[in-house]
C-alpha cells in the first residue's frame, strides 16, 4: 500500500501539472491556459499513437549503444524518432501565429526550432540507416547546431531583441554587454544538448521537459507585459506535447524521441528564454539537464586528467550521465526517473518563489 502511495508516475505528473496549469488560470484570470495545454496534449497523444504504427512499418528502430548498462538491451528495436510527432503540430502552430503576427521574434524562433529539428532528424536517420547507436559525428552536430544559433543570436542581437542584462529581478541584474552574444550561444546550444544527454532513461526527458516548459511560461506571465503573452502560450502548449508524449514513452517506453526531438525541446526553451529575458529563471528550472550535462562534462575532464597525470584514466561516476550512475548503483530505472521528475517540479517551485520575493 504504502508502494502504491508513494510512486509518482504518468498519470501523477500529468495530475500536477493540470492542478498548477488551473492554478495559474485562476490567478491570472485567463482559463485560455488550461485549454492550450489541454488541445495539445490530445494532439500529441493522438500523433504519437498513430506516429507509432508508421515508425514500426518503416522499420525506424532504436539501436542500444553496446558501452550503455546491459539491462538497456532489451530496449533494442523499440521504435524512435518520435520528436518528429511532437515537434510538427508544434511548428504548424507556431508558423501559423508567426504569419499572423508577424513578429520578427517569432519567425527566429520558427527559423532556430527548424534548424535543431533537421540536425536532430539527419543525426537519427544515420543512425537507423547505419545500425548504430551514433548517427552524425561530435564534431557535424556541433558545427550544425553552432551555424543555427549564430545566425539566430546575430539577427537578434542586431534587432535588440536579445536584452545584454540578464535579470534576476525587477530591481536588477548583471549587464554582460558584448559577453551577452558568447552567453546566449552556451545557453542556446547547451540546452539543446543537455536535454539530449538527459533523454536516456524512459520519460525522462519528456517529463522534465513538460515541468520546465510550464515553469517558463508562467514566470513569463509573471512579468506581466502583453507582448510577451504569445511565448506563454507556446510554453504551455509544449508542456502539453511534452506530457502527451510521456503516455507512450514512460516506462517501460513504447517510443523514444531521439535527437529530433531533444535537440529540438532544447532550442525551444533555449530561444525563448533569451528573447523574453528568463535566462536566469530558466537556469533554475532545468536544473536537472545541468546536472546531467555537468556530470558528463565533470567525468569526461577527470578521466583525462588523470590519464595525463597517472596514466590511467579514473572516474568519479560509475557511468555518466548521471542518472546512469545510479542505474549502476541498482536503484530501478522508474524511481530515477520519478526521483527526477521531483526534483525538478521542486525546482520550477524555487524559481518562480524566487521570482515573486527577488
Known sequence: MIGKINKFNFKSLLIFNI???????????????????????????????NG??????????????????????????????????????FLIFLT????????????????TIFGFFL?????????????????????????LQSIVSIIFILLAYEKNLINPLITVSDSWGIN????ILPISFLVLVGISNSVNLTDGLDGLAAGCSGIVFYGLGTEILMKEQQ?????????????????GFLKYNSYPAKIFMGDTGSLS?????????????????????????????????????????????????????LMAPLHHHFELKGIEEHKIVENFWKINILLVILGIVLKINL
Do not use: W
Request: hydrophobic fraction near 50%; aromatic fraction near 16%.
Open 265 to 317: 525541446i532544447g532550442a525551444i526553451l533555449g530561444s525563448i528564454a533569451l528573447l523574453t529575458d528568463s535566462v536566469f529563471t530558466l537556469s533554475i528550472f532545468s536544473g536537472i539537464f545541468i546536472i546531467e550535462s555537468l556530470s558528463v562534462i565533470i567525468q569526461v575532464g577527470f578521466f583525462k586528467i588523470t590519464k595525463k597525470l597517472f596514466h590511467k584514466g579514473k572516474r568519479i561516476f
Open 119 to 143: 540536425t536532430g532528424f539527419l543525426d537519427d536517420y544515420i543512425s537507423i540507416k547505419n545500425k548504430e547507436n551514433t548517427g552524425l559525428k561530435t564534431r557535424e552536430k556541433f558545427f
Open 96 to 111: 501559423i501565429i508567426t504569419i499572423k503576427l508577424g513578429s520578427l521574434k517569432l519567425f527566429l524562433i520558427l527559423l
Open 19 to 49: 492542478f498548477a496549469l488551473i492554478v495559474t488560470s485562476y490567478f491570472f484570470n485567463n482559463f485560455l491556459f488550461i485549454g492550450v495545454f489541454t488541445l495539445f496534449f490530445f494532439i500529441s497523444l493522438l500523433t504519437t499513437k
Open 176 to 179: 554582460m554587454n558584448i559577453f
Open 52 to 89: 507509432l504504427e508508421i515508425i514500426r512499418k518503416l522499420n525506424l528502430l532504436q539501436n542500444i549503444r553496446t558501452e550503455g548498462p546491459t539491462n538497456h538491451y532489451k530496449k533494442n528495436d523499440t521504435p524512435t524518432m518520435g520528436g518528429i510527432f511532437m515537434i510538427v503540430p
Open 227 to 243: 507582448e510577451l503573452f504569445v511565448f506563454s502560450i507556446l510554453c504551455y502548449s509544449m508542456s502539453g506535447i511534452c506530457l
